[in-house]
């Protein structure tokens, strides 16, 4: 499985951006699938994540009410939108897979693939 994130780029404060993870190979709807970041100096958190047929959702506090998980199982692509961006929100994005679940929450130890990541700046 290989995952390849894209969309990051610079937005200024109260902007959005769409992050998109492609994912390579047959049997991406079996998917678990989850979005993580990491800022300088910080830990890698959770972000959000969809279970394999987008029917739950499940988003960290802190982005909660303004981004949203979603997914393309035809396009074998998982979406985050962004919207009302604040600087806390610097930082790479990365999505990851589960193959062998159908919903892995927050745990990043569930989560078996890794894209590259996407850099998100928010300037203030």
């Known amino acids: 499985v290989q995952l390849q994130a894209s969309g990051g780029g610079w937005v200024q404060a109260g902007g959005s951006l769409r992050l998109s993870c492609a994912g390579s190979g047959r049997g991406f709807s079996m998917y678990a699938m989850g979005w993580f970041r990491q800022a300088p100096g910080k830990e890698r958190e959770f972000v959000a994540a969809?279970?394999?047929?987008?029917?739950?959702?499940y988003y960290a506090d802190s982005v909660k009410g303004r981004f949203t998980i979603s997914r393309d199982n035809a396009k074998n692509t998982v979406y985050l939108q962004m919207s009302s961006l604040k600087s806390e929100d610097t930082a790479v994005y990365y999505c990851?897979?589960?193959?062998?679940?159908?919903?892995?929450?927050?745990?990043?130890?569930?989560?078996?693939?890794w894209g590259q990541g996407t850099q998100v700046t928010v300037s203030s």
């Open positions: 990851a897979a589960d193959p062998t679940s159908y919903y892995s929450g927050n745990d990043p130890k569930q989560y078996d693939y």
């Open positions: 969809i279970s394999r047929s987008g029917s739950r959702t």
